[in-house]
């Protein structure tokens, strides 16, 4: 067999009968039967040649005594007379309708002269995922610095089984970042490298046959089934060679290695209950260091007089600009056409074909023993407690006034269920806040679960604490004398926040220029996403009371 001529994947076609393949095994993975997760009835490889083209090979079930031994992920094989087949599958990872077979005529024979690749990768760039320049289900490699990885969780699948989950957020040369879901054993295999004692601080992971995913509207990265293979800091040249790179820059633009390390995100229990700072409501405007702080508290009021929503560039979240476009007539005047041009208002946006995307962007009032701030909540917290996105729930409703972007005349009926509702907060202080003395927080995280609320209490005392300055078990280093400045008339505008009033005399023209900010620098919106495996409660059912001065408003049910 070995004197065999070798055949390359580009040169097969129908018509040959007894030929040899020199190939590499890429990845590999089990066909399990529907309904019995235990019988494996075939498996599939990617396999590479030495040209690096790939090719994908199955062996079902009855001819696994015989080539099972020699299936091994990298090693490389000599494989006489496979038979050519169809590709049935609705996602083809190599691109090809047709794949190898191994049948009782077949023979393999592991080798040791490979002069092929040791891998090949086809690498697309972030930007272009999110400006849906490559279809959703296409077989992509992408590599990228893993900023922050959150916990694995389970979740529902269609089928009622339960799976695991993992969502990761990576960033690429050009500070682009995106989403990257794992599911199952890959999401496994990630969350037992990042919370590994021995890994290094700085993660780089790559994705061999990976894929593009549109989930409720956003762009995202995640595994291909199990025909993705992942490589986690592991000794390759691309990895090393971007590593090099990103740290080299990293570096160069802060004096803090700690600052630039891959970021864990632990379970909520866990990162409620380490946080290093807890704050009681009244000595939030005191902190005079940017920092992320938890507060304990009730929701007592959603303000009805600011959009509950806002429509987000689909690439970068930020708010969306419509204007109107001018055609100059003959005689020297205009025409409106009636088709408005969507623009991004972020100047560094580079998205092409913009889409236009509803976002959550809720504001409530929280309250604890020292007093009232004010929060915001946003889309992925905003998600998880009503299981809707805001496109889903502005669609079940009828009365929208349309005077107010995002806003309607009475709020919606899920809204309710916050209302005079205890949470855990993880709230971010931001540069914003502490120039501006504004007293607006973005929420990266909460929770409503007894048993953390429990903890958080008897950790802190929040209960035997009077409302002393004195009491204040944290903040030690940040807090300086409480500053008591009113901050009411602030209005949030998708992702920017501009104060309705600002009085020259106070503040002065540097601060003039500083005060429309970017929302993600004032708060961590989405680029802080955490999850949990302990699903808060939230209970059908919630009295609001008539102090609560807002009107719940039904869907519209269809006839």
């Known amino acids: 067999m070995e004197n065999n001529k070798i055949t390359m994947f580009r040169s097969l076609d129908a018509h040959l009968t007894n030929y040899t393949i020199k190939a590499k095994i890429i990845s590999l993975w089990h066909k399990k039967m529907n309904g019995d997760e235990k019988q494996i009835y ?22 696994f005594k015989r080539f099972l031994k020699h299936l091994v992920v990298d090693d490389c094989l000599l494989i006489y007379k496979p038979s050519l087949a169809k590709d049935t599958t609705k996602i083809k990872v190599t691109g090809k309708d047709q794949k190898l077979s191994l049948y009782p005529f077949s023979s393999v024979l592991k080798i040791e002269n ?22 959703a289900n296409t077989p992509i490699d992408f590599l ?39 599911w199952e054993n890959y999401a496994i295999e990630m969350s037992d490298y990042m919370n590994g004692k021995d890994r290094e601080d700085h993660v780089v ?37 971007f590593k090099e790179r990103y740290v080299e820059k990293e570096f160069s633009q802060s004096s803090s290695s700690k600052h630039s390390c891959s970021q864990v995100i632990s379970n909520v229990e866990e990162q409620f209950l380490n946080a290093g700072d807890f704050v009681f409501n009244a000595f939030i405007s005191s902190i005079e260091v940017e920092k992320k702080v938890v507060i304990v508290g009730t929701v007592i009021a959603i303000s009805n007089n600011k959009p509950w929503y806002y429509l987000a560039c689909n690439h970068c979240k930020k708010q969306i600009e419509e204007r109107s476009q001018l055609v100059e007539k003959e005689d020297g005047s205009f025409d409106v056409l009636d088709q408005n041009i969507i623009e991004c208002s972020n100047g560094d946006c580079e998205a092409i074909d913009i889409t236009p995307i509803h976002r959550y962007k809720i504001p409530l009032r929280v309250q604890d ?46 809204f309710g269920t916050l209302i005079n509702r205890k949470f855990a907060f993880q709230i971010k202080v931001s540069s914003y806040n502490i120039a501006n003395q504004s007293e607006n927080y973005g929420i990266s995280m909460l929770s409503s679960d007894d048993d953390i609320l ?29 500053k008591f400045i009113s901050k009411e008339s602030q209005s949030v505008i998708g992702d920017n926040v501009t104060p309705e009033h600002v009085d020259v005399a106070d503040h002065g023209q540097s601060k003039l220029e500083n005060v429309k900010r970017n929302l993600q620098e004032v708060y961590d919106v989405d680029a802080v996403d955490s999850s949990s495996s302990k699903r808060p409660n939230i209970p059908g059912d919630v009295e609001i009371k008539d102090a609560i001065k807002f009107d719940l408003i039904t869907p519209k049910l269809e006839k």
């Open 369 to 414: 023993s020292t007093g009232t701030v004010s929060c915001t909540l946003f889309d992925y917290e905003a998600i998880k407690l009503f299981k809707k996105t805001a496109k889903q729930l502005l669609d079940a409703y009828t009365k929208v006034d349309s005077s107010i972007e995002g806003g309607f005349q009475t709020l919606p009926a899920e």
């Open 454 to 482: 429990s903890a958080l209490e008897k950790k802190w005392k929040i209960n035997e604490v009077d409302q002393s300055e004195s009491n204040v078990q944290s903040l030690s280093d940040s807090v300086s004398n409480v």
């Open 205 to 241: 992971l790559l994705v061999h046959f990976g894929t593009v995913n549109i989930y409720q509207e956003k762009v995202g990265l995640t595994n291909m089934f199990e025909a993705s293979r992942l490589f986690m800091n592991s000794d390759i040249d691309e990895i090393r060679e």
């Open 144 to 182: 990228g610095y893993v900023v922050v990885s959150y916990p694995i969780e389970d979740v529902d699948k269609k089928d009622g089984t339960k799976t695991k989950r993992m969502n990761l957020t990576l960033k690429d040369l050009h500070d682009t970042k995106i989403s990257l879901t794992l």
């Open 114 to 135: 490979w002069s092929g690749p040791r891998y090949y990768f086809r690498f697309t760039d972030f930007k272009s995922v999110l400006t849906k320049k490559v279809l």
């Open 42 to 63: 075939r498996v599939d490889m990617v396999l590479m040649d030495e040209e690096g083209s790939f090719m994908q090979c199955s062996c079902l079930n009855k001819l």
